[in-house]
């Protein structure tokens, strides 16, 4: 489970090749953009315990599932998406008042 602030990843192409270059450019203003997007979920999330799924990011986004996929990947969770615990809550507290449910 992941907790606020979350980071999505980057390119780092630095090489020569114009094309690329402007790709990761892209690719990094996406991300940016995600990570804005996904923290700013995390920061209002009142549940203790809350799943997010790619599909509804991208829906919400407006970028393709594979992007969001590709580049959230990295933000522990699984093939669909991550669960995050509320911020200020430890996971055992999460897990106690979601338990309390």
Same mark, same amino acid.
């Given at each position: 489970m992941v907790t606020h602030p979350i980071? %999505? +990843?980057r390119s780092n192409y #630095? !090489?020569?090749d114009p +094309? +690329? #270059?402007q790709k990761a450019a892209e690719q990094n203003r996406i991300a940016a953009e995600l990570e804005s997007y996904i923290n700013e979920l995390l920061r209002n999330q009142s549940e203790p315990? &809350? %799943?997010y799924l790619y599909y509804q990011i991208a829906a919400k986004t407006g970028y393709p599932e594979a992007t969001v #996929?590709?580049?959230c990947f990295v933000i522990d969770g699984g093939? @669909? !998406?991550f669960t995050a615990i +509320?911020?200020?809550l430890t996971y055992e507290q999460a897990m106690e &008042? @979601?338990?309390a449910r």
């Open positions: 980071h %999505v +990843k #630095r !090489g020569a +094309k +690329k #270059r315990i &809350q %799943v #996929r590709d580049l093939h @669909n !998406g +509320k911020p200020g &008042q @979601n338990g």
